[in-house]
């Protein structure tokens, strides 16, 4: 690591930025200034609990007001939109694996000024169909690089045990019976009185990172935390 660092300063490593293509000059983020200066920051005022833009006053949105989620707080640097939603769609289905590097990078940001504290990162589990069809899983590349940038070991205590098709049509109230029982978890003595953070690429309606938060809690999980690359805005529609 000490060796790399070093070799990194002498030699630094070329980068190009994700959106635009231009030459960066040793930075890690993987996009120039011009180009971040318009990638869409989850920013203002959020849910103290989901993190959606807050449209009205208080401190939690309409879907958590008064609600007992099954995760403790979700976190996102974006809001699923314009090149951010272009990068994670190029992610999950054109094998852009480079993308996780910059992306995680945003997400590692975000996490170290949440102030949340964790034991161990575990990403999303994709259907055994999904992954053989695309070889890989998007959350894990995410999960993977978050974890060498914040120095947090990676357990892939998830396990996805029903095959649940594409949830894109489907709402909350759909998508919760669909999940209905889609993990479990594969090492219970891991997860027992820690601290985790679920990693995910988008979230949506929270639907799959709550099923994942009630095994993990049943579990014994302390605290389930979740951290995805973006957030899908539901407060303005
Ligand atoms: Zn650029
Ligand atoms: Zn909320």
Same mark, same amino acid.
């Given at each position: 690591?000490f060796?790399?660092r070093i070799?990194?300063?002498?030699?630094?490593?070329?980068?190009?930025?994700i959106?635009c293509?231009?030459?960066i000059?040793?930075?890690?983020?993987?996009?120039?200034?011009?180009?971040?200066s318009s990638?869409?920051?989850l920013t203002g005022?959020?849910?103290?609990?989901?993190?959606?833009?807050?449209?009205?006053?208080?401190?939690?949105?309409?879907?958590?007001k008064?609600?007992?989620?099954?995760?403790?707080?979700?976190?996102s640097?974006?809001?699923?939109?314009?090149?951010?939603? +272009?990068h994670?769609?190029?992610?999950?289905y /054109?094998?852009?694996?480079? &993308? #996780?590097?910059?992306? !995680?990078?945003?997400?590692?940001?975000?996490?170290c000024?949440?102030?949340?504290?964790?034991?161990f990162?575990?990403?999303v589990?994709?259907?055994t +169909?999904?992954?053989?069809?695309?070889?890989? /899983?998007?959350?894990?590349? &995410? #999960?993977?690089s978050? !974890?060498?940038?914040?120095?947090?070991p990676?357990?892939?205590?998830l396990e996805?045990?029903?095959e649940?098709?594409?949830q894109?049509?489907?709402?909350?109230i759909?998508?919760?019976k669909?999940?209905?029982?889609?993990?479990?978890?594969?090492?219970?003595k891991?997860?027992?009185?820690?601290?985790?953070?679920?990693?995910?690429?988008?979230?949506?309606t929270?639907a799959?990172?709550?099923e994942?938060?009630k095994?993990?809690?049943?579990?014994g999980?302390?605290?389930?935390?979740?951290?995805?690359?973006?957030h899908?805005?539901?407060?303005?529609?």
């Amino acid at each position: 690591m000490f060796i790399k660092r070093i070799i990194d300063f002498i030699f630094p490593p070329n980068y190009t930025c994700i959106c635009c293509g231009r030459d960066i000059f040793n930075n890690p983020y993987g996009v120039c200034e011009g180009c971040k200066s318009s990638l869409p920051f989850l920013t203002g005022r959020l849910c103290q609990h989901c993190s959606d833009i807050l449209i009205s006053d208080g401190d939690y949105c309409k879907r958590c007001k008064g609600k007992t989620q099954l995760y403790d707080k979700a976190i996102s640097p974006f809001i699923y939109t314009d090149a951010i939603a +272009k990068h994670i769609q190029n992610l999950k289905y /054109n094998n852009a694996k480079y &993308l #996780a590097e910059p992306l !995680s990078r945003f997400m590692a940001d975000t996490f170290c000024n949440s102030k949340i504290s964790i034991n161990f990162v575990t990403p999303v589990p994709l259907c055994t +169909k999904r992954m053989k069809e695309r070889g890989y /899983n998007q959350s894990s590349l &995410l #999960a993977d690089s978050f !974890s060498k940038i914040v120095n947090i070991p990676v357990l892939d205590v998830l396990e996805r045990v029903k095959e649940t098709g594409t949830q894109t049509e489907l709402n909350f109230i759909e998508r919760q019976k669909n999940l209905k029982d889609a993990f479990r978890v594969v090492n219970k003595k891991l997860v027992k009185d820690k601290s985790v953070l679920v990693i995910d690429d988008v979230f949506t309606t929270g639907a799959t990172v709550s099923e994942c938060a009630k095994v993990l809690k049943k579990s014994g999980a302390k605290a389930v935390y979740v951290l995805t690359a973006a957030h899908t805005i539901i407060a303005k529609k």
